[in-house]
């Protein structure tokens, strides 16, 4: 069964589509990273370290539901055979089995929101040569900086995955911090990618904030500082991510959600002093 928690009535599940070695050593990926920080790492997150000392890592989404309501998915994998991230990622993705292990019908899914346009949050969002959208019944949440850098960037998923749906109607445009549901907001993150976004859920005293690519590796967790050789904006990465995780753990316990750590959800210990 997938994992989840639960925080009054709403109900997050992890969904894994995938997971594999990544295609660098993590040393390049973290250059900045010491062996210290990579001890401390390894200490809190053994499930992401091989035996012979790669980066093991998973690909998950979570699906953020209140009671039997409809389903708010965040990032949406690596997808099928033959998605955009089949070059480096382990594909084929299973989403689709994911969600009927958590009782969930893709057809209740009323909400994506995509953390960022690389390819591995994006998989399931649409597919087929006819390039349909994946969740026929979902509004699909991208922050408007985000797609502004796409047309630059990779024309090629603009076309594929944005034209879509646009076509079908289905593309909501966000400008930075958004309500969705009752204790459901989303959060302008920029730095990996410049509109990078991720979801605060909130209920009783706890909150929790599904990441995206916040933060990538644990290491990250040990010191919020290390830049990732893969964000497109490291300065403003490392600040954005400092503040958030600093806000989280300021009024009580916080639990972040994350697609790529070795374990789904990871709690924050509050400040000393």
């Given at each position: 069964?997938?994992?989840?928690?639960?925080?009054?009535?709403?109900?997050?599940?992890?969904?894994?589509?995938?997971?594999?070695?990544?295609?660098?050593?993590?040393?390049?990926?973290?250059?900045d990273a010491?062996?210290?920080?990579?001890?401390?790492?390894?200490?809190?997150?053994?499930a992401?370290?091989?035996?012979?000392?790669r980066?093991?890592?998973?690909?998950?989404?979570?699906?953020?539901?209140?009671?039997?309501?409809?389903?708010?998915?965040?990032?949406?994998?690596?997808?099928?055979?033959?998605?955009?991230?089949?070059?480096?990622?382990?594909?084929?993705g299973?989403?689709p089995?994911?969600?009927?292990?958590?009782?969930?019908d893709?057809?209740?899914?009323r909400?994506?929101?995509?953390?960022?346009?690389?390819?591995?949050?994006?998989?399931?969002?649409?597919?087929?040569?006819?390039?349909?959208?994946?969740?026929?019944?979902?509004?699909?949440?991208?922050?408007?900086?985000?797609?502004?850098?796409?047309?630059?960037v990779?024309?090629?998923?603009?076309?594929?995955?944005?034209?879509?749906l646009?076509?079908?109607?289905?593309?909501?445009?966000?400008?930075?911090?958004?309500?969705?549901?009752?204790?459901?907001?989303?959060?302008?993150?920029?730095g990996?990618?410049?509109?990078?976004?991720?979801?605060?859920?909130?209920?009783?005293?706890?909150?929790?904030?599904?990441t995206?690519?916040l933060?990538v590796?644990?290491v990250?967790?040990?010191?919020?500082?290390?830049?990732?050789?893969?964000?497109?904006?490291?300065?403003t990465?490392?600040?954005?991510?400092?503040?958030?995780?600093?806000?989280?753990?300021?009024?009580?316990?916080?639990?972040?959600?994350?697609?790529?750590?070795?374990?789904?959800?990871?709690?924050?210990?509050?400040?000393?002093?």
């Amino acid at each position: 069964m997938p994992s989840r928690r639960i925080l009054g009535s709403i109900t997050v599940t992890a969904l894994t589509d995938g997971e594999g070695p990544f295609f660098q050593p993590r040393e390049e990926a973290f250059p900045d990273a010491t062996a210290e920080h990579w001890l401390a790492a390894d200490e809190r997150d053994p499930a992401a370290v091989t035996g012979d000392g790669r980066w093991w890592l998973p690909f998950r989404c979570f699906a953020v539901r209140a009671g039997a309501g409809p389903v708010t998915l965040v990032d949406a994998g690596i997808g099928p055979a033959g998605s955009p991230a089949a070059s480096w990622a382990p594909v084929p993705g299973r989403l689709p089995a994911e969600l009927a292990a958590a009782g969930i019908d893709p057809a209740d899914v009323r909400t994506v929101v995509l953390t960022h346009l690389h390819t591995d949050h994006v998989g399931w969002a649409v597919t087929g040569p006819a390039g349909t959208p994946w969740f026929g019944n979902a509004d699909y949440l991208l922050q408007r900086a985000e797609l502004d850098a796409l047309r630059s960037v990779d024309p090629g998923l603009d076309a594929g995955l944005v034209a879509p749906l646009r076509a079908a109607d289905q593309l909501r445009v966000l400008d930075g911090d958004t309500p969705l549901t009752p204790g459901v907001r989303v959060l302008s993150t920029p730095g990996h990618t410049p509109g990078h976004q991720s979801v605060l859920v909130a209920g009783g005293d706890e909150r929790l904030l599904v990441t995206g690519d916040l933060l990538v590796h644990t290491v990250q967790l040990v010191d919020p500082d290390l830049a990732y050789a893969h964000e497109e904006q490291p300065a403003t990465a490392r600040a954005t991510r400092a503040a958030l995780l600093r806000a989280l753990t300021a009024h009580g316990p916080a639990t972040l959600a994350t697609p790529h750590l070795g374990e789904p959800f990871v709690a924050l210990p509050r400040p000393q002093g």
